[in-house]
């Protein structure tokens, strides 16, 4: 069955770096655009970063731009975040997407905490 594994979430002090995970499977990982979302508590769901097929364009949002990057291995079927100078805005539950057409699915999130 399809699964989306996030992991390297955690606790990060301001200015701090994490790497996140998402390891696929049960799907063709490589047909895939593949995007990070976040959702910070009594705030809606937002795109981050979306990485296309084979890699040949990738998407941030504004508040990201300069700070985090995405990349994805086909060989690994695995996305990844990386993630810079992290500020407290920044903390909440981010969830790797996966979409071709209209099939969409999701993982079960990991937790980010930015905090002194």
């Known amino acids: 069955q399809v699964q989306l594994v996030e992991s390297g979430g955690g606790l990060v002090q301001p200015g701090g770096s994490l790497r996140l995970s998402c390891a696929a499977s049960?799907?063709?990982?490589?047909?895939?655009?593949m995007s990070w979302y976040r959702q910070a508590p009594g705030k809606e769901r937002e795109l981050v970063a979306r990485?296309?097929?084979?890699?040949?364009?990738?998407y941030y949002a504004d508040s990201v731009k300069g700070r985090f990057t995405i990349s994805r291995d086909d060989t690994k079927n695995t996305m990844y975040l990386q993630m810079n100078s992290l500020k407290p805005e920044d903390t909440a539950l981010y969830y790797c997407?996966?979409?071709?057409?209209?099939?969409?699915?999701w993982g079960q999130g990991t937790q980010v905490t930015v905090s002194s």
């Open positions: 997407h996966a979409a071709t057409g209209p099939i969409r699915y």
């Open positions: 990485i296309f097929r084979t890699g040949s364009s990738t």
């Open positions: 049960g799907f063709t990982f490589s047909q895939y655009a």
